[in-house]
């Protein structure tokens, strides 16, 4: 196997564990949403935002509601497998060389600007509602693979990941406006604590620490309680110890493949037990082989490979059913007609589509990139239709925009309504241009 036909393969298993993600995604939020409506929201209600867990230790406490610690804690974990996605991409994927990325980090951009450009025009005469410029601004990868998996092979290889690097630099975007734009009192000494720990972090990387326990103890304790208390959000924590996190074997391919026939030749060459145990020496090649698969492999796609079906499977369903349950209180219709909601629908729907297609187009009017192989032009205007899904990114941003509980739930009328409109079009497109291309 090729290392073309290893990416594809790795980007395939990506694909299919958020597409199964996804539907858990659906399900969660049909679950909030009735939870939310049925006589049992005092539960809800109880179960997420009134009981606290934590603990004390002395003068020392750590103590929060399940909300809280499934948005920052949680989300945390959540943002550190983003991180470790983000720079496997930058180093060996889509996202490696100026001519693979520069189309969907230029469609990013934007999605992004675009979007918040929309809701700005809209809001512009109501400052009270200016802070929730960044809540059209993301888009939900699970969500949006979910539904183009949908039309299965219908679908060229290359689209999905076209929409993938897409997401995952759309993501970085969200996380940059989130450090920057959605932090508000800083306290300096803890982030300057955060930054010690940082340079651990990264002493510990260029020193050959491979122990993903040493990264993961001095991340916690250190850089992502720092950050806890700083003011900054404590997700953006997972991110950067995400970066720290070794991204190089310890042997090469070539050492890699030589050791490893010489094992296979020494394990063929013992005699065999008579029953079905191994004996002493084909245990200690056994063993062996299972050193060398470690030094073979990166600490990093290690990690994403044993986080990523967590967050996909368990992380985002729990975010989902715990900032989902939004209670209709009074006219559906009234909420749906805010100025919040219309503006995060429209910056999603319409800001998102122009903002990814225009972008796209100028990239490859100037020849600075070309389309992906066996892509037409209506199927990158149906993904961006699908990037119109915010979805998690999208309510989690809304938490952070807004301190009053009424503008929250609007907020996320206006985000699942605009989600439910880009998944309509956007499927609809693309199952047109498949059928006919």
């Keep these: 196997m090729n290392k073309k036909s290893i990416r594809h393969f790795g980007v395939s298993t990506f694909i299919n564990q958020e597409t199964s993600g996804g539907v858990l995604l659906i399900i969660a939020t049909i679950v909030a949403l009735f939870w939310a409506n049925s006589s049992f929201y005092p539960a ?10 934590g603990f004390t230790w002395g003068n020392f406490k750590l103590i929060g509601t399940l909300h809280h610690w499934i948005n920052d804690g949680l989300m945390a974990l959540f943002f550190f497998t983003v991180g470790l996605e983000i720079k496997r991409e930058i180093i060996g994927g889509e996202l490696s060389s100026m001519k693979k990325a520069s189309l969907p980090i230029m469609a990013a951009l934007g999605g992004m600007i675009i979007p918040a450009g929309v ?35 219908r679908v060229n ?23 920057i734009f959605y932090t508000d009192t800083i306290n300096y000494s803890e982030l300057i604590t955060a930054a010690v720990f940082m340079v651990v972090l990264v002493a510990a990387n260029f020193g050959g620490i491979r122990r993903t326990l040493f990264y993961a103890v001095v991340g916690l304790s250190g850089v992502w309680l720092s950050f806890l208390y700083s003011g900054i959000h404590a997700t953006i924590a997972g991110v950067l110890i995400a970066l720290t996190i070794p991204a190089r074997t310890k042997i090469d391919e070539e050492t890699y493949i030589f050791k490893l026939e010489k094992l296979l030749q020494k394990f063929r060459k ?38 990523h079906p967590i967050t996909t499977y368990f992380i985002l369903p729990v975010f989902a059913l715990s900032n989902a349950g939004v209670r209709i209180e009074g006219n559906l219709f009234d909420l749906m007609l805010h100025p919040i909601s219309i503006a995060i629908i429209l910056g999603l729907v319409l800001g998102k589509f122009i903002g990814i297609s225009l972008f796209s187009r100028l990239m490859v009017k100037l020849k600075w990139a070309t389309l992906p192989e ?25 938490e952070l925009a ?25 499927m609809g497109l693309l199952a047109l241009t498949s059928r006919k291309e």
């Design 270 to 307: 013992t005699n065999p037990n008579d029953n079905p145990l191994l004996t002493k020496t084909q245990a200690h090649v056994v063993e062996e082989i299972d050193n060398l698969n470690d030094a073979a492999q990166t600490p990093l796609q290690k990690l994403e490979h044993f986080l």
């Design 119 to 153: 809701y700005s025009l809209i809001v512009i005469n109501k400052p009270e509602l200016m802070h929730g410029w960044g809540v059209p601004m993301a888009t939900d990868i699970a969500f949006a693979l979910c539904l183009l998996a949908m039309l299965g092979k």
């Design 44 to 53: 809800y209600h109880h179960l997420w935002y009134e009981m606290k867990v």
């Design 402 to 426: 807004f301190s009053d509980e009424a503008f929250k739930q609007i907020a996320k009328v206006g985000i699942m309504t605009a989600s439910v409109i880009a998944a309509v079009f956007g």
């Design 374 to 398: 066996g892509v037409s032009w209506k199927q990158i205007y149906g993904v961006a239709l699908l990037a119109g899904i915010g979805f998690t990114m999208s309510i989690f941003i809304s």
């Design 157 to 179: 290889i290359n689209l999905k990941i076209f929409l993938t690097a897409l997401a995952i630099a759309d993501d970085l975007g969200a996380i940059l406006v989130i450090a």
